[in-house]
């Protein structure tokens, strides 16, 4: 029978190494998924092991306590050694991106200088493979050195290291937040604070020994370090992992590997569900069984619920659960999870119809019948978990009531210790023992729905509009790239208003040598839909829009590049 | 220019590009020069498979492997196991 591992299990342990050498050592940790003939799991003695080899050989380049490491690694077993390695050592470890071929050079260089330059590394950890012209780019000043990681352990090797004991204060680690534009901040977590963000978790969720979580999300992302990695560690469960180039290049290969590997929980962010519903072939669906599927949660995007609904329909023959279909709003500044829908439910996440005129212009969430004329439905993201609390309030900071939407910002036991070496943005971000987040939602009943991102909103002569509400309207248009579309106010002088800007990719060139009754259409459809007009809609060839190394759009670089192409929107 | 090279060529001119009057030859810069962004490459390596019979384990190729149809299959010779 399993054993549920409980919250005070979690918060038992001091530190993340306490954790990680209770585990069970000859249970499988990781198996790792390269491709169909390349799959290998590790159990917790051999990773234990092989990450006891890596803090060695880091303390013998000269890695002390307290420093920070830069781990620029593929994904995998040896990155994740290297990483529990580090904090073995007492140093602090931060994963940077591994450049891929889907990576934009000349964005990858800028973002990996500007974070390597902030977190003064005494080690940069690269494998053989890293290519050279980028090392360049990396500032690490002249007191670092650079090495590759333990590839592989040595069955041979002695392993003369053992683990110092440390206060749970400590800094265990460096999470990058997850921003689309400029330079991420790094997120420093203390031992106490992830532990007790995992304990919160465990029992929100209700984990069991029993579970198997399964992750292509990336280790320098929260989703991927924190739910797929972290958790895994201290509460001794296996995780079946793949890169996300692989997941990308061969997205059906993670319902194959739900269905061998009989995963239970597996985290995604919203587009992967519309992704896989319009990618993986009707025929090939026939092979997977999801019934092991308890916990699919769509976390770190607006939740939308068009794209549970498609996901729902495109794979319920595969014996996916509706119940399986849940959310959670999260942040690397909480280590992860605020909040969490229900999994012991029957349904998916709640979901509210509001009147759209009173919610846009207003911005009020006025619940009307399901499906009524004129409304429109959010998606929930969830009830605080444990620890956790959240507030709403409006540009002045005053609370606001039920229904009104404002600035989300959150208290609990798990927040950062700060932004690395960035006293001015901390100090901006955590006030009176509250993190405002930026993000914009409101409360209802017990649940939190998340709309959007404050910097993003554009506001309508007093109508608050969504980007994403408008990105939707258009990609829906057949002549549109599916999600290959952005909406951004510009500030129009004559109307002392925003007015909004739509740019969409067409499928197809030939499409803008006739640009116009697609133009109309898409003008028509937002009027209908949201009941405000675009100044413009701006048609661009295949791959016109800037995307970031996440693969979101890169709103300000595109807004800027639409700008530069048409300076008649900037003149008004 | 070899026969497989050409259906590449063909590929990336109807498929990812679709610009009326564009041509590009086996040693034109694809991503480097901006006509393609890197968010293509998820296709053209797909077509590279498929036209190799190879697969290609993506955690080996940069971006800069793939900047020329040319480079593209010397990647895929390199890299590549039969399928």
Known sequence: ?572 | MTKQQQQMIDYIGAKVIRRPGMQIEVDTPLVSSGLIDSFALVDILSKLEQITHMRIPVGKVQAKDMDSVRSMFATAARVGKPL
């Open chain 1, 1 to 572: 029978m399993n054993t549920i591992a409980t919250a005070s299990q979690q918060l038992a342990f001091r530190t993340l190494t306490e954790a990680l050498l209770a585990a069970p050592a000859e249970h499988a940790f990781v198996t790792m998924w390269n491709n169909e003939d390349n799959v290998h799991t590790t159990t917790f003695r051999e990773f234990t092991r092989w990450a006891y080899l890596q803090a060695a050989y880091f303390r013998e380049q000269g890695l002390q306590p307290n420093e920070t490491v830069i781990l620029i690694m593929p994904q995998g077993v040896a990155l994740m050694t290297a990483f529990v390695g580090a904090i073995l050592l007492g140093a602090v470890p931060a994963i940077l991106a591994y450049p891929t071929f889907k990576v934009e050079p000349s964005k990858y260089r800028f973002g990996l200088s500007g974070v390597s330059a902030n977190l003064k590394a005494k080690l940069l950890v690269v494998d053989a493979s890293f290519p050279q012209d980028l090392l360049e780019y990396i500032r690490v000043g002249d007191l670092c050195k650079l090495v590759c990681a333990v590839a592989s352990p040595d069955p041979a090797a002695e392993v003369g290291f053992a683990p110092r004991a440390y206060d749970p204060r400590q800094l265990a680690f460096i999470q990058h937040s997850a921003g689309t534009t400029g330079l991420q901040k790094g997120v420093a977590l203390s031992h106490a604070a992830v532990l007790r963000q995992l304990g919160h978790l465990t029992a929100a969720l209700e984990i069991t020994t029993g579970d198997r979580i399964y992750s292509w999300l990336p280790l320098y992302h929260d989703m991927g370090l924190i739910a797929c990695f972290m958790l895994p560690m201290v509460s001794h469960l296996h995780v079946v992992m793949q890169s996300p180039t692989d997941w990308v290049m061969r997205p059906a290969s993670m319902l194959r590997l739900i269905s061998e590997h009989r995963c239970t929980i597996a985290w995604v962010p919203n587009f992967t569900l519309q992704f896989l519903a319009r990618r993986v072939d009707v025929e090939d669906r026939k092979e997977f069984d999801l019934r092991s599927l308890r916990a699919l949660i769509n976390c770190s995007e607006p939740v939308r619920a068009a794209s549970m609904d498609e996901f729902k329909a495109a794979f319920s023959a595969c014996g996916l659960r509706p119940e399986a279909l849940q959310s959670s709003y999260a942040m690397a500044e909480n280590v992860f999870a605020v909040t969490q829908s229900a999994t012991n439910r029957s349904g998916m996440p709640r979901r509210v119809w509001v009147e759209s005129q009173a919610y846009y212009r207003d911005h009020v969430a006025v619940p009307v019948a399901e499906n009524s004329s004129g409304s429109l439905c959010l998606v929930s993201s969830g009830e605080c978990i444990p620890g956790n609390e959240v507030r709403v309030v409006s540009e002045d900071g005053c609370d606001l009531p039920h229904g009104r939407v404002g600035e989300i910002l959150i208290r609990s036991d798990s927040m950062l210790e700060g932004y690395y070496n960035r006293p001015d943005l901390t100090s901006e971000a955590l006030r009176d023992g509250w993190y405002w987040s930026g993000d914009l939602g409101f409360c209802l009943h017990e649940d939190l729905y998340v709309t959007g991102r404050k910097k993003d909103l554009i506001i309508v002569g007093g109508k608050n509009i969504y980007p994403q509400d408008i990105e939707e309207i258009v990609s829906s248009h057949p002549a549109i790239q599916d999600g290959r579309a952005l909406a951004c106010g510009v500030f129009d002088p004559e109307l002392g208003t925003e007015s909004i800007v739509v740019v969409a990719e067409v499928k197809d060139e030939n499409q803008l040598q006739d640009p116009l009754p697609v133009e109309q259409a898409i003008c028509n459809a937002i009027v209908a839909e949201l009941g405000v007009a675009a100044r413009g809609v701006y048609l661009k060839p295949p791959r016109w829009i800037v995307k970031s190394t996440a693969g979101k759009a890169a709103r300000s670089t595109t807004r800027e590049k639409l700008l530069a192409e048409h300076p008649e929107l900037s003149s008004g």
